[in-house]
């Protein structure tokens, strides 16, 4: 009798504990303000998630720093399996060959999960210039060096900028700004030439007719503005910028609670409601996971590392 008692016992605390799992919240750490295009697509993944885990995914918004704010956080939350970053190519990356101090390492201090995608910038001018084609604009900054300016919001879209003027040997003046609204505010009103940017964030000033796009970042056409042509397709033959997104954990998680987030986050990814949001927000799908996910990571800082090299950038 005692026996039966201590196994009723045990199976009540068991059936309490997975109770507790099942309502205790995911939280998913984006570095970056709400309404762009990291948060938009981790709040879709999100959702996605949390009808795979049958559970609460949140997400929780610690901008600052170019991402650098959340991405410590992150990194110094419990490793419980309970608590992931959305990092991108500017925070696990390019932070660290643009900045002479940054408080994580992001190879060290993260478990690698899923890719959640990739997608293109697109090479914005304000519509006041006259160029209609890429060709016509570097024609014209190499006959005027450092005439033409840049505006960029982030490590991504700084050396997007960088790759323009090493493929295309133009000289341009960077001008950095704290968010891409205020941007594409300046590029429209003409106080700055030249924007990199997603699609998405564009669409309001496009629709104004003040910007024009010129040439879209990835080896693939935006779908959303077919007519658009590649930086390759305007004749920098090997130039390619995707930014991407990718979901991490705290490099102490458990391996079975790191495996058990990778199974979950590839179906999320692969749900009819990602596609859609992916489609939506002009990302592609790109699955690559653990492993997998670090060797790409360490092939990108080695790449951008050359172009940063070349470029003669010192760490500030």
Same mark, same amino acid.
């Given at each position: 009798m005692i026996r039966v008692l201590e196994i009723l016992i045990l199976l009540a605390v068991s059936m309490a504990s997975y109770a507790q799992a099942q309502d205790k919240s995911v939280k998913i750490i984006v570095p970056f303000t709400a309404g762009g295009s990291t948060d938009v697509l981790s709040r879709e993944f999100a959702q996605a998630l949390g009808t795979v885990l049958n559970q609460p995914v949140v997400v929780d918004n610690r901008a600052g720093g170019d991402g650098a704010v959340g991405v410590q956080a992150a990194s110094k939350s419990a490793p419980d399996g309970y608590t992931a970053l959305v990092g991108t190519n500017s925070t696990q990356v390019l932070n660290v060959l643009?900045? *002479?101090?940054?408080?994580?390492?992001?190879?060290k201090d993260f478990a690698p999960v899923c890719m959640l995608g990739r997608s293109k910038n697109v090479m914005y001018i304000r519509s006041?210039?006259?160029?209609?084609?890429?060709?016509? %604009?570097?024609?014209?900054?190499?006959? /005027?060096?450092?005439?033409?300016?840049?505006?960029?919001?982030?490590?991504?879209?700084?050396?997007?900028?960088?790759?323009? /003027?090493?493929?295309?040997?133009?000289?341009?003046?960077?001008?950095?700004? *704290?968010?891409?609204?205020?941007?594409?505010?300046?590029?429209?009103?003409? /106080? +700055?030439?030249?924007? %990199?940017?997603?699609? +998405?964030?564009?669409?309001?000033?496009? /629709?104004?007719?003040?910007?024009?796009?010129?040439?879209?970042?990835?080896?693939?056409?935006?779908?959303?503005?077919?007519?658009?042509?590649?930086?390759?397709e305007s004749g920098l033959k090997s130039y390619e910028m995707q930014p991407w997104y990718a979901l991490y954990l705290p490099i102490q998680t458990p391996r079975p609670m790191v495996e058990k987030l990778i199974d979950a986050s590839t179906r999320a990814i692969s749900s009819p409601a990602m596609q859609a949001a992916r489609e939506k927000l002009g990302v592609d799908e790109f699955l690559v996971c653990d492993a997998e996910l670090a060797k790409f990571q360490l092939q990108e800082i080695a790449r951008w590392g050359r172009v940063v090299k070349d470029a003669n950038i010192q760490p500030q």
């Open positions: 643009l900045n *002479r101090t940054v408080p994580y390492d992001p190879v006041s210039l006259p160029h209609k084609t890429l060709a016509e %604009f570097l024609a014209d900054a190499k006959a /005027q060096p450092e005439k033409f300016t840049f505006a960029y919001v982030s490590a991504g879209t700084r050396l997007a900028a960088e790759l323009l /003027q090493q493929l295309g040997t133009v000289r341009l003046r960077g001008i950095p700004y *704290r968010s891409t609204a205020g941007a594409f505010t300046d590029v429209a009103g003409g /106080q +700055v030439d030249v924007l %990199f940017s997603d699609h +998405v964030s564009a669409i309001p000033f496009l /629709q104004t007719g003040k910007i024009r796009a010129l040439a879209v970042t990835g080896s693939e056409r935006v779908k959303a503005i077919p007519e658009v042509p590649t930086m390759i």
